[in-house]
């Protein structure tokens, strides 16, 4: 009866273990998809910001074109869309409602290139260098890009990257413990059967392989669970909104199921070790402590 009460309680304590380790890698799974769809959202707004470069009355639509071309070939450069004279006086008109060359007798605009830089180059210096360099073009009177709405956002995204940064460095130290005192309260009602096993004469490591093969299940199946959790939760939220998908991606996603696998794994095997080895060091008069 106390053989099979003592299966019971380490079969209850295995139990116990899983769950609440597997609440806590669900935690931690959602900032790690909270920060990842938070970067690739970034990037998206970054890459819909627009770069007009105007060109001179002198220069003609092939002019415009060749130098898209030559655009295009830039690592920087996410692409490139060529506006001709009648387009832009289409669009103006549209806008204001009025035709200019009404009352101008010829149409006002010139051809412009709209560009979207890749998002890496979407910051103040990067601009401020890109336009230089389109300057130097002869045909190119202007590049045109809205300076503030570019220092406001990167200013913005990276309050949201240290906020989040933060709360994961939080919420890995809170996982930690709590991981921590679950694999302590495990080994300590053990304690007494490694004291024994060290009397006989067993070694460190022939003591520690039980422990830390039972922490590998628990971790692996904790992992796992939370795994499953993330990803139908996402999966339910692909369901209510297809839009999602662009941002919360399944790159991101097998990113984020690794990364909580590969976090229960290593957080229970060092607790595990770490608890196991304290007990290890103790005399048999601490025991009882």
């Given at each position: ?14 139990l ?6 597997t609440?806590v ?6 900032v790690?998809?909270?920060a ?7 990037e998206?707004?970054?890459q ?9 009355d002198?220069a ?27 387009q ?44 230089k360099?389109?300057?130097?073009n ?31 460095i939080?919420?890995l ?9 679950t694999?302590?309260l ?19 490591g022939?003591i ?23 990803l139908?939760?996402v ?14 991606t ?6 984020t ?11 229970t ?12 060091g ?8």
């Open positions: 009866m106390p053989r099979k009460r003592k299966k019971i309680s380490l079969r209850w304590q295995a116990t273990s899983t769950i609440s380790t609440f890698l669900i935690l931690m799974g959602l790690i998809i909270c990842l769809t938070a970067h690739r959202l970034g998206s707004v970054r819909s910001l627009t770069v007009t470069v105007m060109f001179s002198d003609t639509e092939q002019n415009a074109l060749d130098y898209k071309k030559r655009l295009e070939q830039r690592q920087w450069v996410k692409d490139v869309t060529y506006i001709s004279r009648d832009a006086l289409k669009e103006q008109t549209e806008a204001m409602g009025t035709d200019p060359t009404e009352f101008l007798g010829e149409n006002p605009f010139t051809p412009s290139l709209e560009l979207h830089l890749e998002a890496a180059y979407a910051c103040t210096d990067s601009l401020l260098w890109i336009s360099r389109i300057k130097t002869e045909l190119v009177t202007d590049v045109i890009y809205q300076k503030e709405l570019v220092e406001n956002l990167n200013r913005n995204l990276h309050k949201v990257t240290y906020i989040l940064l933060g709360l994961a939080l919420l130290l809170v996982t930690l413990v709590l991981i921590n005192n694999v302590r495990s080994v300590y009602s053990r304690r007494f059967v490694i004291h024994t096993m060290r009397l006989v004469g067993a070694s460190w022939f520690r392989r039980p422990f830390m093969i039972r922490s590998l299940w628990i971790g692996l199946t904790s992992g796992i669970l939370a795994d499953i959790v993330l139908g939760g999966r339910a939220l692909w369901n209510y909104d297809h839009s999602v998908a662009e941002y919360i399944l790159e991101n996603l097998g990113i199921a690794l990364a909580v696998l590969v976090c229960g794994l290593l957080l095997l060092v607790c595990t070790f770490i608890s196991v080895s304290h007990y290890l103790m005399r048999e008069g601490e025991m009882y402590e």
